[in-house]
């Protein structure tokens, strides 16, 4: 256990549906990391917070993706009108600072969009 | 530009030693990771090396070369637990992680 907790652990979901996932850090992180990995790949960065702050976004993040970080607590991922290529292991990583070189990971979301 | 390479699948035997090449080119660099991922599991830190040089942490060492782009992953004494994926990442100058497709290792009695 890295202390960082996602939930849900899986979820399955229908093509067009909404989907919210969740990312509790290290309490004393401020830097929380969104990843994408897919099968026999290495995560694809998503955005990443310092703080309540979105600091940047990936390309890869359409119009369908948002995130936040309201109280630079615990962050949330949501994908609206899901796609079938969404399926992927949603990876959240968090670290004490921009200089600070250990990211732990979260178990991760399993989403899976039939 | 974000270009880092990895084989994707190695083979070794149970009590072997096994080393696990990274390639990378970038204008930025800020350091080089190994991570350790199970399969359906998320990541754990191995190692991070940011100058020149062997690394060693018990069964595991790993090598830097930033004038080559270049680094490895020693693993010794190898047990059949060590059967994983090995993610090479470097961070870049806005301190992201850029991460290789990983290398898949299979470990045989």
């Given at each position: 256990?890295?202390?960082?907790?996602?939930?849900?652990?899986h979820?399955?979901?229908?093509?067009?549906?909404?989907?919210?996932?969740?990312?509790?850090?290290?309490?004393?992180?401020?830097?929380?990391y969104?990843y994408?990995?897919?099968?026999?790949?290495?995560p694809?960065?998503?955005?990443?917070?310092?703080?309540?702050?979105?600091?940047?976004?990936?390309?890869l993040?359409?119009?369908?993706f948002?995130?936040?970080?309201?109280?630079?607590?615990?962050?949330?991922?949501?994908?609206?009108?899901?796609?079938?290529?969404?399926?992927?292991?949603?990876?959240?990583?968090?670290?004490g600072?921009?200089?600070?070189?250990e990211?732990?990971f979260?178990?991760?979301?399993?989403?899976?969009?039939? | 530009?974000?270009?880092?390479?990895?084989?994707?699948?190695?083979?070794a035997?149970?009590?072997?030693?096994?080393?696990?090449?990274?390639?990378?080119?970038?204008?930025?660099?800020?350091?080089?990771?190994?991570?350790q991922?199970?399969?359906?599991?998320?990541?754990?830190?191995?190692?991070?090396?940011?100058?020149?040089?062997?690394?060693?942490?018990g069964?595991?060492?790993?090598?830097?070369?930033?004038?080559?782009?270049?680094?490895y992953?020693?693993?010794?004494?190898?047990?059949m637990?060590?059967?994983?994926?090995y993610?090479?990442?470097?961070?870049?100058?806005?301190?992201?992680l850029i991460?290789g497709?990983?290398?898949?290792?299979?470990?045989?009695?």
């Open positions: 256990d890295t202390g960082v907790s996602q939930d849900p652990r979820k399955i979901t229908k093509r067009g549906q909404n989907v919210t996932f969740r990312c509790d850090p290290i309490s004393e992180h401020n830097r929380l969104w994408r990995q897919t099968l026999g790949q290495g694809e960065f998503l955005t990443y917070f310092q703080n309540e702050a979105q600091l940047e976004k990936s390309r993040l359409s119009d369908r948002s995130a936040e970080r309201p109280k630079g607590s615990f962050s949330t991922l949501e994908i609206q009108r899901t796609e079938q290529g969404d399926s992927a292991m949603y990876l959240c990583g968090t670290k600072g921009a200089y600070a070189y990211q732990y979260g178990p991760g979301t399993r989403l899976t969009v039939t | 530009g974000q270009n880092i390479d990895q084989p994707t699948e190695m083979t035997t149970e009590g072997a030693i096994v080393q696990i090449n990274c390639t990378y080119q970038t204008s930025g660099f800020n350091g080089l990771f190994w991570y991922q199970h399969a359906g599991e998320a990541p754990t830190f191995l190692s991070y090396n940011v100058l020149d040089g062997l690394e060693e942490k069964r595991f060492s790993s090598f830097l070369s930033r004038s080559k782009g270049y680094s992953l020693l693993l010794k004494e190898l047990q637990k060590d059967s994983a994926s993610l090479c990442a470097y961070m870049d100058s806005n301190y992201q991460w497709a990983g290398t898949k290792l299979i470990i045989k009695p």
